[in-house]
Nanobody, 127 residues
Framework: QLQLVESGGGLVQPGGSLRLSCAAPGFALDYYVIGWFRQAPGKEREGVSCISSGGLSTYYADSVKGRFTVSRDNAKSAVYLQMNSLKPEDTAIYYC????????????????????WGQGTQVTVSS
């Protein structure tokens, strides 16, 4: 069974940066569309960024566009989310997810369709 493990979360000041990693050691991630989702207390889960199996197609939520960058290194079985210019409203638990290769990045991020989910990593943006 595919297991996804997030890392890189923590406490950062507004305007700072963090890089989240999603790893699946021993699995060929090139077969999966990978997405990053977040959920804050009292709010619905939000798809923030998704990337196609080959890394050529990406999706970003309007709230993070221009600040976040998703990338992947299939040889390392890893997907990354570079988060710059962080704002307090970015505070949430961030999850990575893997979905069918045939799916689109829009479908994953907008509908939350995925087969596997990580346990999440906390990101807190506060002064």
């Amino acid at each position: 069974q595919l297991q996804l493990v997030e890392s890189g979360g923590g406490l950062v000041q507004p305007g700072g940066s963090l890089r989240l990693s999603c790893a699946a050691p021993g699995f060929a991630l090139d077969y999966y569309v990978i997405g990053w989702f977040r959920q804050a207390p009292g709010k619905e889960r939000e798809g923030v960024s998704c990337i196609s199996s080959g890394g050529l197609s990406t999706y970003y939520a309007d709230s993070v566009k221009g600040r976040f960058t998703v990338s992947r290194d299939n040889a390392k079985s890893a997907v990354y989310l570079q988060m710059n210019s962080l704002k307090p409203e970015d505070t949430a638990i961030y999850y990575c997810a893997a979905g069918p290769r045939i799916g689109t990045v829009q479908r994953m991020c907008l509908m939350g369709v995925a087969d596997y989910w990580g346990q999440g990593t906390q990101v807190t943006v506060s002064s």
